[in-house]
C-alpha cells in the first residue's frame, strides 16, 4: 500500500483482536507468556507503521473481562508485559506523536499499573499523529453497563431527561468517548468471534479474520488487508452510490 503521509487525514481507525499468542508459544513447546512477549514485539512494530498505512486510530484488545479465568502466571505476567511496555516505548512514542490512551476498568488492576496508565496518557495528551487506544480488562458489555450506570445515575440527580437520552449522550458516557467509531476490526488467529469487543461501537464496522497467529502479524499483513478494506463500499444502511 502506498504511503499516505502526504494526503490529508482520513482519520481511519483500525481496532484489532490480538489472538494466537498462547498456540503460537505451544505449537513451539514455549510457555504461552513466551507468545505474549514476541506478541508485544508486534505491537510495537504495527505502531510504527500504521502512521504509514494512513491510520490515525488504532485500538488494541489487549486483555478482556474474561481474561482473568487464565492462570495467575499468566494473568501476572501479561499485566508486567503492559507495564514494561509503557516504560520502554514512552520517549519512543512521544517523538512518533502517539497519544496513548487506555479503556476498560482499570479499578481492578494494580495501582501502580494504573499510576502507569496515568503518567502516559499525560505524558502524550499533546499528541495527536496516532492515537494508540490499548483495551485492558474491558468488556463491550462491562462498559455499556458502567456507561448505564453514569447516565442512570444522571438522570436519577435529575440532571438528564431519561425519555430524551440520545445515542450520542451514550457515546459519551463510554470509554472510547475521544475516539471515533472502528471502520475496521481485525481478528487474527482464525477465530471469527467478537470476544466482547467494541459492541456498541462496532455497528458498522468492517471486518477481517485472518488465519495467522499474532506473533506472525506483520504490518505486511495489515496493509494487504487494507488493500482489501480500501475496495469494500460502506453502505451504512443506505444504498450503493
Ligand atoms: C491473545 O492470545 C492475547 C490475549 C488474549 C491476552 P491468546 O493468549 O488468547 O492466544 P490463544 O488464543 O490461546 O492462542
Ligand atoms: C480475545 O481473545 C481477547 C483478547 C485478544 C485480549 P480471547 O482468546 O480471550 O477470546 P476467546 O476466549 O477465544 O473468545
Ligand atoms: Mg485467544
Known sequence: MADMSLWPDTGLHVAVIMDGNGRWATQRGWPRLVGHRKGAERVRELVAASPKLGIRYLTLYAFSTENWKRSTEEVLGLMSLMGRYIRREASRMSDEGVRMRFIGDRSRLDPKLQRLFRWIEAQTAGNDRLHLTVAVNYGGRDEIMRATRTLAAQAAAGEIDPEAIT??????????????????????????????????QAAYAEYEFTPTLWPDFTPAHLAQILDRFDLRERRYGGVAL
Do not use: K, M
Not at 171 to 187: H, M, S
Open 167 to 200: 445515542a450520542a449522550q451514550i457515546d459519551a458516557a463510554l470509554d472510547t468517548a475521544p475516539l471515533p467509531d472502528p471502520d475496521l476490526i481485525v481478528r487474527t488467529s482464525g477465530e471469527t468471534r467478537v470476544s466482547n469487543f467494541l459492541l456498541w
